[in-house]
């Protein structure tokens, strides 16, 4: 069976991720905050590597309770920073409560995330493939810088909406692929 160039087959739990997660549309409210959080820790890495941490995140980040990361103190912080199982980067671990924080206001703007979403996708997916951004994710990640957020460029937004599937972006050759 072919799958996506990029997806490492030595790699079970990448294997398990492209087969059974990417690319397929999710806009449950706690996985898209999961998944901003994640994408927002790959800025400058690769996603296998932040994929072989993710359970690592979800213990360290409270299992991504938003409530609980909005409250964050410095003990807890230094409690992150010390923890090998993450990416250790003050920076992104500070944007990471920030952007909870900004994630709970459009929530409270809109009713949800996922809605945010949708004034700008227009529940559309769209299928393309060898992008690293577009004008929706140009949009999309202008508008949370504009709010405040960090590590939101349109990179690590393209990857963001690829991954919840938004975005559908298997290759050509992938089983998985679909024109639409």
């Keep these: 069976m072919q ?3 990029w997806c490492n087959l030595k790699n079970e739990l990448y294997v398990k991720y492209h087969d059974e997660e990417w690319g ?8 898209l905050f999961e998944m901003l959080i994640l994408e927002s820790f790959q800025a ?15 213990q360290a980040f409270d299992n991504f309770n938003i409530d609980k990361i909005i409250n964050y103190s410095d003990e807890k912080i230094q409690e992150l920073l010390q923890n090998k199982g993450i ?24 009713g949800t995330f996922s809605k945010y979403l949708e004034t700008f996708t ?34 690590i937004i393209y990857s963001f909406l690829q991954a919840i599937g938004v975005i559908y972006s298997h290759d050509e050759g992938c089983y998985l692929y679909c024109k639409n």
């Design 3 to 5: 799958r996506c160039k």
């Design 24 to 31: 397929r549309l999710n806009l449950d409210d706690k996985y």
């Design 44 to 58: 400058g890495l690769s996603w296998e590597c932040v994929l072989n941490k993710r359970e690592s995140f979800r």
């Design 87 to 110: 990416i250790r980067n003050r920076l992104k671990i500070n944007a990471t409560i920030n952007n909870s924080k900004i994630f709970k206001d459009i929530q409270k703007e809109y």
């Design 122 to 155: 227009n529940n559309k997916v769209v299928y393309e493939i060898g992008k690293t951004t577009s004008n929706l994710s140009d949009n999309i990640s202008k508008d949370l810088q504009k709010r405040g957020m960090k590590f939101v460029g349109s990179t």
